[in-house]
């Protein structure tokens, strides 16, 4: 539950951001381009898109926001089920039928160009598509990869020879279906928008309501066999949708880039999150974001194609979150490493202090000087002064004016938990696990900061005769003189 | 040596109705390539019982094919006097750890949450009851404390006790484990035994794949030798001897006469290793 609030919590801000990002991005691109002149008639075409005044406009973004939203949400399953080329292998399957459908309606009733036959066309190239892959992988001995090539190839280039046969036969109407190709929703019927947004919302609560089973069969699909599901059913009803979203995403997106729509809001989704459920919703998100802002610049400037539109917003989403993501975005892995070392240092420098400290025990002395501290480890001189700074400026240190340091009351709890820690550990590596003492000091100091809180509750369990007076005295020896024990040589260095 | 099959299980005078496992005449090919030949098997109930054999004797693909994974060319299986089908929601399955992507977008309870999809059903959410029973099954194998850990950040020995806790939400009376002892520390091992045993205790039964001869005799009551034909299957105490490991794992007997000295050792069979 605390998970989820914190997942929220963190990421509402980013995909708020994301959001105005890309309406104030997609609104100011236009009007640089259009110049001045244009700049009112601009903003008046601007409102009408987007506050969905015009009525056609209207629902020719619905649909393919709600496209975005079925592709997203399939799409998040078909990346986890490892199957992404096999969906750019049959989109690229749908050439062939589409070309088909058109010859055939051109000689039954005189006009080629209708959507429903086109897309029923479509999607049974792309199901013949799949189903040539799977006799290549079952009876041949050719990779993966090889078979869904030689499948993309050879019925792309079916399809284009079919192409040539359409516009031989109908050339003004065939020139239309270069929209299937590269996705354009400028020549959108009314009646298209309305099939596609129907399908597409079909298709997004089918993936709503099979959640659990898809999971499942993405995940360890021969568990799910032993478990008594249909697992063959189930995976053909997700390969069924994605046929479907990619058919009836055609025209919007075309088939060379349908896949993108597939493919990039899953593979965003998954620099935010670590749970299935939030990488659905958010892969759909970014689906819905992409074809609403596709289809709306489409709107506004006719010459660019809804397609390319849709799959470049889809991949700038794609790049903010693979910098910003807050779960595997560059920057967070790498804040995170540059916090796991702060905390090391300012860790050893603690618990140097408290072992300073215990060893000298009278309450004069003004601290140790840094110098000392600096032999103790392998210190840069920089990293030292910057640990002392930062831990100054937490007031958990107090800094003397020659050079001098020690621990602050609030400095000194703090120590002592990392100090119990580090001899916790030290104990049990000694104890349980037959380390030397001499080189446990070592070891230990690679472990303990990233110890977790269950884990030392455990090291306390095992080790609760020797935790009873709460400090352990360290099991080796501590010299900050250089008089004996292992860390002599440290000193001397 | 190939035509020395024997039936292990007529020997034996479990009712073949209410055995675990019965297999009968079961033979497995891959591509038209034989991997299993003539299987001939009566498990007994409530026992500990390891599978062995060398790399590649088909120990996995007898347990995929007993669960129907693997397509069998001929041969009969039982599941307590039925067919496995009528009988699935008694059969545990725990799969070898490399089997999945540990990378999946889940967390530890969402994976054991998995055993339960069964009794869920179809399209219904899992509910707080159900995560419940979830984490009991995480904490009897120790990580009720990792239950909201993703899986990718579990080392390949919590991994595969997410997979046992999985098997053991489901609360099967026959369990598959394919090598569940793979890749796991000393640690580990001991807290697979102690719930093995006391799943035994509570007169459930075990069918795992062992890599480790050594430990055979004192983890195990009953034990399988298996390559590619069944070599023999009975009681340790009986089957598990020099001749039949020879005619098991061929010449590598280095090893083999080690385990065995190990195993004189201990006179008696123990019942309790911890
Ligand atoms: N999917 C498959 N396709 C073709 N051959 C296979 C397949 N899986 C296994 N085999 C072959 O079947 C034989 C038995 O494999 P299996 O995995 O059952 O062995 P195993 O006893 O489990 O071995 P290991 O101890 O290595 O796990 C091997 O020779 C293997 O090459
Ligand atoms: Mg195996």
Redesign the pocket.
């Known amino acids: 539950m605390r998970n989820r609030a914190k997942f929220i919590h963190r990421n509402l801000l980013s995909i708020l951001i994301i959001v105005a990002t890309v309406l104030i991005g997609t609104s100011f691109s236009p009007a640089v381009s259009a110049g001045n002149l244009a700049t009112d008639s601009l903003r008046s075409d601007l409102v009408r898109v987007f506050m969905f005044q015009d009525y056609n406009t209207r629902v020719v973004v619905t649909g393919t926001t709600l496209l975005g939203l079925a592709a997203g949400l399939i799409g998040t399953f078909l990346v986890l089920r490892k199957r992404a080329l096999l969906s750019d292998t049959l989109s690229h399957a749908t050439l062939p039928g589409i070309a088909l459908a058109f010859i055939l309606m051109t000689l039954v009733s005189g006009d080629g160009k209708q959507l429903l036959p086109l897309i029923i066309g479509a999607a049974i190239f792309s199901v013949l598509g799949t189903l040539s892959v799977l006799a290549i992988q079952r009876f041949s001995r050719l990779k993966d990869d090889a078979a869904l090539g030689i499948v993309l190839s050879v019925y792309f280039g079916l399809g284009v020879a079919l192409m040539g046969m359409a516009t031989r036969m109908d050339a003004g109407n065939a020139a239309g279906l270069s929209s299937f190709i590269y996705g354009k929703t400028a020549s959108m019927l009314f009646s298209d928008a309305l099939l596609i947004a129907g399908t597409a919302l079909v298709a997004a609560i089918a993936c709503i309501l099979f959640f659990k089973e898809f999971s499942m069969v993405c995940f360890d699909a021969d568990y799910g066999m032993t478990q008594g599901w249909p697992v063959a059913r189930l995976d053909f009803l997700m390969m069924a949708l994605v046929i479907l979203v990619t058919v009836i995403g055609l025209q919007a997106v075309g088939l060379i880039l349908v896949v993108a729509l597939l493919i990039i809001p899953a593979a965003s989704a998954r620099f935010w999150t670590f749970r299935l459920r939030n990488m659905l919703w958010l892969s759909g998100a970014f689906g819905a974001l992409s074809g609403f802002v596709g289809s709306g610049v489409s709107a506004l400037m006719a010459n660019l194609p809804a397609g390319a539109v849709i799959v470049l917003t889809a991949s700038l989403f794609f790049i903010f979150s693979m910098v910003f993501g807050s779960a595997r975005g560059l920057l967070h892995i790498g804040m995170d490493r540059l916090r796991l070392g702060r905390k090391i240092m300012d860790e050893n420098l603690l618990r140097d202090l408290f072992e300073w400290s215990e060893t000298n025990p009278n309450e004069g002395t003004p601290g140790i000087e840094i110098s000392a501290l600096k032999h103790r480890r392998s210190w840069t001189q920089s990293a030292l002064k910057k640990t002392i700074r930062r831990l100054h400026r937490q007031k958990t240190i107090n800094v003397y004016s020659e050079n001098r340091v020690n621990l602050s009351k609030s400095g000194r709890l703090a120590a002592f938990e990392v100090v119990r820690r580090h001899r916790l550990w030290e104990t049990y590596l000694i104890t349980h696990a037959d380390v030397a003492p001499g080189i446990v000091d070592l070891s230990a100091d690679r472990i303990e900061h990233v110890l977790e809180p269950e884990l030392i509750r455990q090291l306390e369990e095992k080790l609760e005769a020797e935790t009873k007076e709460k400090l352990l005295s360290s099991p080796h020896t501590i010299s900050f003189t250089g008089a004996d024990g292992h860390r002599t040589p440290k000193m001397t260095r | 040596m190939a035509h020395t099959r024997k039936t292990a299980g007529s020997k034996k005078n479990y009712t073949q109705a209410q055995a675990p496992l019965c297999v009968k005449d079961l033979t497995v090919a ?2 038209r ?1 034989p ?1 299993l030949w003539d299987i001939d098997l009566t498990l007994p109930e409530g026992q500990l019982i390891a599978v062995v ?10 347990i ?1 094919s007993v669960l129907g994974l ?1 397509p069998r060319a001929s041969g009969a299986i039982s599941i307590y006097g039925k067919s496995y089908e009528s009988q699935r929601h008694l059969v545990g399955y725990v799969p ?1 750890r490399e089997s999945v992507d540990w990378d999946f977008p889940v967390n530890a309870l969402d994976v054991v949450a998995m055993g339960l999809y069964r009794q869920i059903g179809w399209f219904r959410p899992v509910n707080k009851n159900h995560r419940k029973k979830a984490l009991d099954s995480l904490e009897k194998v120790g990580m009720a404390n990792y239950a909201y850990r993703q899986i990718s950040q579990l080392s390949g020995g919590q991994q595969q006790r997410v997979f046992l806790a999985r098997a053991l939400a489901q609360d099967a009376r026959l369990y598959f484990m ?2 569940p002892f793979a890749g796991v520390d000393a640690a580990t091992e001991r807290a697979i035994i102690s719930l093995l045993k006391e799943l035994k205790s509570v007169g459930k039964t075990c069918v795992v ?1 062992h ?1 480790d001869l050594q430990t055979v005799p004192t983890y195990f009551d009953h034990v399988v030798l ?1 390559n590619m034909r069944l070599v023999d299957a009975g009681p340790v105490e009986t089957v598990f001897n020099e001749e039949n490991l020879k005619k098991t794992y061929g010449g590598r007997l280095t090893l083999l006469t080690h385990a065995l000295n190990e195993y004189a050792k201990t006179p008696q069979f123990p019942s309790n290793t911890d």
């Not at chain 2, 054999?53 to 007898?62: E, H, Q, W, Y």
């Open positions: 891959y591509h390539k991997v054999g060398p790399n590649g004797a088909g120990k996995s693909t007898f995929k693997v070898q394919d090598e794949v890599h298996l």
